[in-house]
């Protein structure tokens, strides 16, 4: 089991950027596809980004390309996501998620396909 926990939250306005990071321990972090989801207020959860083991395939939603980036040390057992252009329909609960493949070429946008996922980081985003 790999446990995972966000930081880098908060409350923006419009137009701003945030960078959210997510430290991970136990496991081998090196080898997972590690994702990013949402959950905003009365929503269900949805898939933000996601990067393979070795950083060199990212997939994205539509409604967020060319504002996030997706990215990872592998050495600091780290994924960050690096949030500019803010919009309010951005603001949700956001976490990170391990899908522990091993070296799979695999980026799922596919909650059920990640394993172990960190307790969330508020975005808020005011207009």
């Known amino acids: 089991q790999v446990l995972l926990v966000e930081s880098g939250g908060g409350a923006v306005q419009a137009g701003g950027s945030l960078r959210l990071s997510c430290a991970a321990s136990g496991g081998t972090f090196s080898s997972y596809a590690m994702g990013w989801f949402r959950q905003a207020p009365g929503k269900e959860r949805e898939f933000v980004a996601a990067?393979?083991?070795?950083?060199?395939?990212?997939d994205y939603i539509d409604s967020v390309k060319g504002r996030f980036t997706i990215s990872r040390d592998n050495a600091k057992n780290m994924v960050y996501l690096q949030m500019n252009i803010l919009k309010p329909e951005d603001t949700g609960v956001y976490f990170c998620a391990a899908d522990r493949s091993w070296y799979s070429v695999r980026v799922s946008r596919n909650a059920n396909e990640y394993d172990d996922w960190g307790q969330g980081t508020q975005v808020t985003v005011s207009s």
């Open positions: 990067i393979d083991w070795s950083g060199s395939r990212t």
